[in-house]
């Protein structure tokens, strides 16, 4: 590996001066704060509310810190790991001329994002059993192909990709390689956070919102190397974290304990739900899954969908994707939620097959 992150940063982005907020200028504690225009007066909420929030999130940082185990400069926090996806892009490709390789099925947001920034994409589709096709991403890779993005465990199939082949791309690509490891809570493997140290080009994303349960809140992270995370700082909005969310999460972090647990129970309620479907005689496939949903095969699976919908029940439908044909994604939810799609799946079979 070749790795030189100036070559891969976007010229304009590698000159660029940027936005320097009030709160940065200064250290310190000033007590009259008339430097950011903000509202003295108060606000029709709480007070402090008025003021402007950390622009670099200093607090949650060296709490996620603590709990990744890794330094506070390697974190990036984002407005939902989709404010990190951007990022990423904008840092990093140049638009109408870099390109990037996908593998899918997989997060949407990574072709989205890259055709929002103008971006080519490759694709690499993944191999029948949902793992990553080496020989064609290497064979896909040229000079301006700046980031590979692997999603682990995956979604919609749920499955962890093997660690062997993400090192290979690791080792062997010049560019970025992103692993979003939004699901990796409800996974036995190990994070790629702890392997920063050993790969400059890896970039590891992570969320609040799935295992954490705060979805609303909007926040995302990014670990990699401090070098690729000052080049992004410069790149996202001045207070991409409201100060709600960050104090927020402040407390939430507090709560590794609790959240464990959960993930223990929706693990548990994932391996139950996977057992009952499966035994379903039209069932033609649940697929292992490392993440909090299931990947299930079923012949008239938008039949299946819209008569969920019909009882009130909302699965989501992915059989428009890559090697995906006649199937539901289905989250795990509550026993009681469980219990009722368990009864409405168990109707359908003779909705479905009485009506042809
Ligand atoms: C793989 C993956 N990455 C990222 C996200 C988005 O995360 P966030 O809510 O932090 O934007 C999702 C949401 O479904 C996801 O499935």
């Known amino acids: ?10 010229p304009n982005i590698e000159i660029l001066k940027a936005y320097s907020s009030a709160k940065e200028e200064y250290t310190g504690d000033a007590k009259i704060l008339l430097d950011a225009n903000e509202n003295s007066l108060g606000s029709p909420l709480t007070k402090w509310y008025n003021r402007y929030p950390d622009p670099y999130q200093k607090k949650v940082k060296e709490k996620l810190a603590f709990i990744k185990q890794i330094k506070a400069e390697q974190i990036f926090i984002g407005n ?8 990423l892009y904008r840092t990093f490709c140049e638009p109408g001329k870099d390109n990037i390789i996908i593998c899918p099925p997989t997060y949407p947001m990574f072709e989205v994002s890259a055709n929002i920034n103008n971006i080519a994409i490759q694709v690499a589709p993944l191999l029948p059993n949902f793992q990553l096709n080496v020989a064609h991403i290497e064979q896909l890779v040229n000079a301006q192909t700046k980031i590979i993005w692997i999603c682990s465990p ?5 499955n962890s990709i093997d660690r062997i082949d993400i090192e290979t791309i690791l080792n062997h690509f010049n560019g ?8 990796i809570n409800f996974s ?18 992570q969320t609040l919102s799935k295992a954490w349960g705060l979805a609303g809140l909007r926040v995302g992270m990014c ?22 969310s960050q104090e927020l999460v402040l407390t939430a972090l507090e709560e590794v304990g609790q959240v464990n647990d959960m993930i223990q129970h929706l693990v548990d309620m994932r391996k139950a739900l996977a057992e009952v479907i499966a035994s379903m005689p039209y069932v033609q496939e649940v697929y292992p899954s490392d993440a909090n949903f299931l990947l299930v095969k079923i012949p008239k699976a938008n039949q299946l969908y819209q008569y969920l919908l019909t009882k009130g029940i909302a699965v989501r439908d992915r ?22 799609l ?11 097959f009485s009506n042809g």
Do not use: H
């Open 223 to 244: 670990f990699a190397d401090e070098t690729i995370i000052q080049y992004m700082n410069k790149v996202k909005p001045p207070y991409n974290i409201n100060m709600v």
């Open 154 to 158: 995956n979604n919609p199939t749920g």
């Open 319 to 340: 059989s428009s994707l890559e090697n995906c044909a006649d199937s539901l994604r289905i989250t795990i939810g509550t026993e009681q939620e469980n219990t009722q």
């Open 188 to 205: 036995t493997q190990k994070s790629f956070a702890q392997s920063l140290i050993d790969y400059p080009n890896l970039v590891v994303l």
């Open 176 to 183: 970025l390689v992103v692993i979003d490891e939004a699901y």
């Open 1 to 10: 590996m070749n790795f030189d992150l100036k070559k891969l940063v976007r």
């Open 342 to 352: 368990v009864e409405e799946m168990a109707n359908w079979i003779d909705f479905a």
């Open 80 to 87: 939902g790991s989709d404010e990190c996806i951007d990022v």
